[in-house]
T-cell receptor
Framework: ELKVEQNPLFLSMQEGKNYTIYCNYS?????LYWYRQDPGKSLESLFV?????AVKQEGRLMASLDTKARLSTLHITAAVHDLSATYFC????????????FGTGTRLTVIP | EPEVTQTPSHQVTQMGQEVILRCVPI?????FYWYRQILGQKVEFLVS????????KSEIFDDQFSVERPDGSNFTLKIRSTKLEDSAMYFC?????????????FGPGTRLTVL
C-alpha cells in the first residue's frame, strides 16, 4: 500500500526559529510537490521537484528531494507568523495520468 | 491571473439525492482532476480527465460518481445518490500538460454536506 507520511503532523514554533518538515513516501517517484493550505481555503502550489537532488527556494521556504531515500524536506528559515498553515507534500505516482497522492499534512503554527 | 473556479461554494443535500459540482478550469489547460478532502484529513485523488475521457480513477470513484465536460469550459462531478460519507470538500484542479513541470492548480473547493 502506498504511503506518504509527513513528520511532524503538528508543529508549533516561535517566530525567528528554523525547522524542517519531512515527507517520506513508499513508492518509486521522482516528482514531488509541496502545497500550502490556509484554513478553509484551497491548495496553493509552493514547489515542484522533478529530479533527485532537486532543491528549490522561495523566500523563507526551501524544499529538497532525495529520490533514493524517498524523502523530501521543507525547511523553514526564520519563521514568521504568515507562514502558519497546513503544508502537504504530494507524490506523482507516475502512472501516466499525473495523479497526486497527498501526504498527511503538517499543521504549522508560528507563534509571535 | 487565471484561476480555477468552482460553484457552488457550499452545497447541502439530503442523503440519496443527486448533486452536481461545477468547475471552470483555466482556459488553456488540458488536464482536469477532482480531489476530495474530508474535514481534517488529507487530500484524496478521485479522477483525472483528458481529451473528453477519464484517464484514471481511484477506488473512491465508484459507480455513483461521474464526470463530464459538457461544453468547452465547464467540468462537472456528479454524485448520483449521495451518502453521509460523501460529505467533504471537493477540489477541482487543472494543469496545462501532464508530462511537464506544470503543476496542478486547485480551485477554491465546494463544501458538500450530506444530511
Amino acid at each position: 500500500e502506498l504511503k506518504v507520511e509527513q513528520n511532524p503532523l503538528f508543529l508549533s514554533m516561535q517566530e525567528g526559529k528554523n525547522y524542517t518538515i519531512y515527507c517520506n513516501y513508499s513508492t518509486t517517484s521522482d516528482r514531488l510537490y509541496w502545497y500550502r493550505q490556509d484554513p478553509g481555503k484551497s491548495l496553493e502550489s509552493l514547489f515542484v521537484l522533478l529530479s533527485n537532488g532537486a532543491v528549490k527556494q522561495e523566500g523563507r521556504l526551501m524544499a529538497s528531494l532525495d529520490t533514493k531515500a524517498r524523502l523530501s524536506t521543507l525547511h523553514i528559515t526564520a519563521a514568521v507568523h504568515d507562514l502558519s498553515a497546513t503544508y502537504f507534500c504530494a507524490v506523482d505516482l507516475l502512472t501516466g495520468a499525473n495523479n497526486l497522492f497527498f501526504g498527511t499534512g503538517t499543521r504549522l503554527t508560528v507563534i509571535p | 491571473e487565471p484561476e480555477v473556479t468552482q460553484t457552488p461554494s457550499h452545497q447541502v443535500t439530503q442523503m440519496g439525492q443527486e448533486v452536481i459540482l461545477r468547475c471552470v478550469p483555466i482556459s488553456n489547460h488540458l488536464y482536469f482532476y477532482w480531489y476530495r478532502q474530508i474535514l481534517g484529513q488529507k487530500v484524496e485523488f478521485l479522477v483525472s480527465f483528458y481529451n473528453n475521457e477519464i484517464s484514471e480513477k481511484s477506488e473512491i470513484f465508484d459507480d455513483q460518481f461521474s464526470v463530464e465536460r459538457p461544453d468547452g469550459s465547464n467540468f462537472t462531478l456528479k454524485i448520483r445518490s449521495t451518502k453521509l460519507e460523501d460529505s467533504a470538500m471537493y477540489f477541482c484542479a487543472s494543469s496545462e500538460m501532464r508530462d511537464s513541470t506544470d503543476t496542478q492548480y486547485f480551485g477554491p473547493g465546494t463544501r458538500l454536506t450530506v444530511l
